[in-house]
């Protein structure tokens, strides 16, 4: 069973830093387009971050742009993203995804076809 498994989430202060960790069991990711989206309370799933096959082409949300950073260790089936200088505005739960039979990234949510169970993040002011 193909499963991604995300780790890092908590509760920090505005202005910390967390980093997030996604693993894949089950099968490997390695050819596969990986994204991090986060989804607030009564607002709509969102792109935060998307990382091609390689590590070699990325996509940031604009609103992350200068404080987040995606990555990827393909030999260890995990992708990565460390969030600093977070902001109240960044709580959310934060999911994991990948698109199993393609290699370049994509924004919209739909066409990603393995998720996460999310992890929460909560950034007090």
């Known amino acids: 069973q193909v499963q991604l498994v995300e780790s890092g989430g908590g509760l920090v202060q505005a202005g910390e830093s967390l980093r997030l960790s996604c693993g894949a069991s089950g099968r490997t990711f390695s050819s596969s387009a990986m994204g991090w989206f986060r989804q607030a309370p009564g607002k709509e799933r969102e792109i935060v971050a998307a990382i091609n096959w390689s590590g070699s082409d990325f996509f940031k949300a604009a609103s992350v742009k200068d404080r987040f950073a995606i990555s990827r260790d393909n030999a260890k089936n995990t992708v990565y993203l460390q969030m600093n200088s977070l902001k109240p505005e960044d709580t959310a739960v934060y999911y994991c995804?990948?698109?199993?039979?393609?290699?370049?990234?994509?924004?919209?949510?739909?066409?990603?076809?393995?998720w996460g169970q999310g992890t929460q993040v909560t950034v007090s002011s």
């Open positions: 995804a990948a698109r199993r039979t393609q290699q370049e990234i994509e924004i919209r949510p739909r066409e990603y076809d393995v």
